[in-house]
């Protein structure tokens, strides 16, 4: 997912502008806090931005160790700024467009609104990276932007996060639930479902339950 226009403090300060402002945004992520297991200690977010998501969780569990990947400057710097008094949290430059490096083993793996970005190739691959930095009974979990079924539905969820259509991400690379739950099974994963979704928006997890 090379840096594109979230390389530019423009684009990264008017998606954190709205953040907060799209519909059940935190009903998906409230979805997302109940399947990290309560005993959780290491913690990877793919994609992290300025660390809204990791964020929610290290609050949630006090005893977490995390660490957030981000190829956008301007979102590791503002993800730097939310975490400045944490050590608990480090963040690392990476282009998720590439293999992940080498990181340790991780008992939760999240990403919000990240992996889209990535082509569909490239996806699936990361997709077994993940399997295998995953511990035994680990868990992924993905809130995502996915793809309509059609086209009517795409201009329905434009609409009712108040966008213009014209505005769409040029970097999108969106996907339908069914082909990502299919591949995640394929790939080893169980326990795969789709946890909660609202139009274009979704939560896919998955469980590494064999070592």
Known sequence: ????EWATAQYAERYLARADAYPHR????????AQVPRDARHVLDLGTGDGRLLSLIARDRPGIVGVG???????????????ADDGR??????????PLPALGRFDVVVSSF?????E?????????????????????????HVASPTERLHVAFFAAIDEPLENEDPSD?????????????????EDVDCYWKWL??????????NG
Do not use: C
């Open 1 to 4: 997912m090379p840096a594109g």
């Open 26 to 33: 935190a009903e998906g992520e409230g979805t997302l806090l």
């Open 69 to 83: 990947l981000d190829v956008s400057e301007p979102m590791l710097q503002a993800a730097d700024e939310r975490f």
């Open 89 to 98: 949290i480090t963040l690392r430059e990476h282009d998720l467009a590439e």
């Open 114 to 118: 990240a992996i889209h970005h990535l």
């Open 120 to 144: 569909h190739a490239r996806r699936r691959s990361l997709y077994g990276e993940i399997l295998d930095l995953l511990e035994p009974g680990g868990v992924f979990a993905n809130l995502e």
């Open 173 to 189: 690379r969106t996907l339908d639930v069914e082909t990502q739950i299919e591949w995640l099974r394929e790939l080893g994963y």
């Open 200 to 209: 274009e928006m979704a939560l896919l997890v998955g469980v590494k339950v």
